[in-house]
């Protein structure tokens, strides 16, 4: 008797909470054929393609209701290769923001910066780590060893302020490393875009560091997150001098 009753209890609540409504309801059909044969009021025939239907029908309601097997994680961290050319990324980009600690990854495709995304008139936002003495020693102590960060650094500044001349472009520098680099797409679309990139520690290359792609659609709370945390970092760092406009 507890048996049934907890059976009746479970089967109640899952009609209540709309939970296995297909078993059920083909139960009452195979309930209903059952009394209809034992009553000869359909025949043998009728009842076996009633019950093939049946059959089928539940087969392909449980293949179509199966959930996507969740990708490998291997699927969804990447190093920097998987991505190919910077420059792939830019047609179509009217927002881009960018955090590294010399961003040379990115200022190397400064030509297609300006074609893609300032020449159409859109902005670009980027930030580099401070050229403090003691600031960049720490930094260094992380970074991999194939990398002159302060050469790079000086010579991502000299771009930035050949750059900071186009209208729409802005770069400030900041005082911390937070042990990570950002690339942001279109953060104000629906189809907007996260890369995100790990800087480990005494990576062999830098390209080894590990990558993810968060994109608006897959995951809103993330993607905004790291939207969020450039905009942190941003209102941290410091102003670049303005560019002097040039003599006409």
């Known amino acids: 008797m507890a048996q049934l009753r907890d059976l009746s209890r479970r089967t109640a609540g899952d009609i209540r909470h709309g939970r296995h409504r297909e078993a059920y309801a083909l139960f009452l059909v195979g309930v209903a054929l059952v009394a209809l044969g034992f009553a000869d009021v359909l025949s ?3 009842l076996l393609s009633a019950v093939l239907l049946a059959l089928s029908f539940l087969v392909f309601h449980t293949s179509a ?7 490998s994680l291997d699927q969804v961290l990447s190093d920097r290769d998987s991505f190919g050319s910077f420059s792939k990324l830019l047609p179509g980009v009217r927002d881009l923001r960018v955090y590294g600690p010399t961003a040379v990854a990115v200022i190397m495709y400064a030509a297609d910066i300006r074609r893609f995304v300032l020449a159409p008139g859109g ?3 980027v930030i580099i780590q401070d050229d403090d003495p003691e600031a960049l020693r720490l930094t260094a102590i992380q970074l991999d060893d194939n990398l002159d960060l302060a050469r790079t650094l000086q010579s991502s500044m000299a771009a930035l302020e050949k750059m900071q001349a186009e ?3 802005n770069y400030r520098k900041l005082p911390v490393n937070p042990g990570f ?3 942001i797409v279109n953060a104000n679309d629906r189809k907007g875009y996260v890369i995100f990139e790990s800087h480990g520690f005494k990576d062999q290359y830098h390209t080894d560091r590990m990558h993810i792609v968060i994109s608006r659609a ?3 709370h993330w993607f905004s997150y790291w939207v969020m945390r450039f905009e942190a970092m941003w209102g941290a760092a410091q102003p670049s001098a303005p560019a002097l406009a040039p003599d006409r």
């Open 65 to 71: 209701e199966a959930p996507d097997p969740k990708p």
């Open 44 to 46: 043998v025939k009728a």
């Open 218 to 220: 897959d995951s809103p």
């Open 181 to 183: 680099s950002l690339v």
């Open 167 to 169: 209208p729409g472009f």
């Open 123 to 125: 902005s670009v936002r």
